[in-house]
């Protein structure tokens, strides 16, 4: 149980999976199983990624609506879980996003 990561209700866990297509992100406390926030390019009104970016600045502004809803919440902290996938590309810009917006992690 050391190596997962988890959330709790202070700090939830923002949780983020990619398909070859989307990207979605959630954030979730695991102490009672709720997801309390979810954000993703799948049925969102994302117009195009940032001049240039494409799936990457797609992601960016996930990580920014996924920040709203938490802050909404009065969530500021959170345990990043990057899912299995590699911190850079679209992870990574999920993650900045967030940071841009007002999450600490």
């Not at 954030?27 to 990624?49: C, E, M, N, Q, Y």
């Not at 990457?56 to 502004?61: K, N, T």
Request: charge should be positive; glycine fraction near 12%; charged fraction near 30%.
């Amino acid at each position: 149980m050391s190596d997962r990561v988890r959330g709790t209700q202070e700090r939830p866990r923002l949780c983020v999976f990619k398909s070859s297509r989307h990207i979605y992100a959630q954030v979730i406390d695991d102490t009672r199983g709720h997801i309390l926030a979810t954000a993703s390019t799948l049925g969102s009104p994302f117009p195009k990624g940032e001049k240039g970016k494409g799936k990457v600045g797609l992601a960016r502004q996930v990580g920014w609506q996924i920040a709203e809803k938490a802050l909404a919440l009065k969530l500021q902290k959170v345990v990043f879980d990057r899912n299995g996938f590699l911190y850079h590309g679209r992870v990574k810009a999920v993650a900045d996003g967030a940071r841009e917006k007002g999450l600490n992690f």
